[in-house]
């Protein structure tokens, strides 16, 4: 139940190439406070509720649980969310012995383009592709929570 994952700038739409799914996901929160976050998602079309605590000092890791839910409850929950839902495309690129989940926003954070992997522990090295640039990890404002009230397109 704890993630490790670090986040990543995208520099090109080349990792489209490499993806081997792709799928949209519309999600709100029904609280952003930053010791918890509590999303409603439908991805694809199935629903998920995820709990998500505080970060460590690194925005490496923290606390992180998900369940299933059928995706008429996601949107019913959808509807009492805070202002500022998100939508993106998720793509799905597996490099050697990772998967990297590249988000597109769209809507108010069109033109945003993020890469996260997940990683088994902290000090685990990663492939770095010709698409990844900076790393955001840790940096707050790239959260999806953070990203529903102040959207990339305000910055």
Request: proline share 4%; with cysteine.
């Amino acid at each position: 139940m704890v993630e490790i994952e670090r986040k990543f700038l995208v520099v090109d739409e080349t990792f489209k190439q490499q993806a081997v799914k792709q799928t949209r996901i519309v999600q709100g929160f029904l609280t952003t406070d930053p010791e918890r976050t509590v999303r409603i998602r439908i991805k694809g079309n199935t629903g998920f509720i995820t709990i998500k605590g505080k970060s460590d000092a690194e925005g490496l890791e923290r606390f992180e649980w998900e369940k299933e839910i059928a995706s008429t409850e996601a949107e019913a929950l959808l509807k009492l969310c805070l202002p500022g839902t998100i939508d993106k495309i998720r793509y799905e690129v597996p490099l050697e012995d990772v998967v990297f989940e590249i988000d597109e926003f769209f809507g108010a954070n069109e033109g945003l383009v993020v890469a996260e992997v997940e990683l088994t522990h902290k000090q685990q090295k990663h492939p770095v592709p010709n698409w990844l640039g900076k790393e955001v990890t840790g940096e707050v404002k790239y959260y999806n929570s953070q990203l529903s009230k102040k959207p990339f397109k305000t910055w």
